[in-house]
């Protein structure tokens, strides 16, 4: 079992930059993909990022293309999000979750943190 917190969520300004982390508990972390996903008020969740377990696959949604960077340590536990350029449409309560699967769909994910609030003010 996968236990994560997700952290450094704030109140940022249009174009500034924020980073977040999903650390995890669990010997085996090393051996999950990890996503990031989104949820705006009246919103649906949806999908920002993912990484393969060993960190040499990435794959982004477009909206966040270019000015989002998904990365992890293992030796750390823990999975990073840079976000940079950012925009009001980015607010949103973000979420890390782990799956043993290669995908972006919310059900393929087994193990979801509390999620951290992001508001980006125009």
């Known amino acids: 079992q996968v236990q994560l917190v997700e952290s450094g969520g704030g109140l940022v300004q249009t174009g500034d930059s924020l980073r977040l982390s999903c650390a995890a508990s669990?010997?085996?972390?090393?051996?999950?993909?990890i996503g990031w996903f989104r949820q705006a008020p009246g919103k649906e969740r949806e999908f920002v990022a993912r990484?393969?377990?060993?960190?040499?696959?990435?794959y982004y949604a477009n909206s966040v293309k270019g000015r989002f960077t998904i990365s992890r340590d293992n030796a750390k536990n823990t999975v990073y999000l840079q976000m940079n350029s950012l925009k009001p449409e980015d607010t949103a309560v973000y979420y890390c979750?782990?799956?043993?699967?290669?995908?972006?769909?919310?059900?393929?994910?087994?193990?979801w943190g509390q999620g951290t609030q992001v508001t980006v003010s125009s």
């Open positions: 669990g010997r085996t972390f090393s051996r999950y993909a």
């Open positions: 979750a782990a799956t043993r699967e290669a995908s972006t769909l919310i059900v393929s994910y087994d193990y």
């Open positions: 990484i393969s377990a060993s960190g040499g696959s990435k």
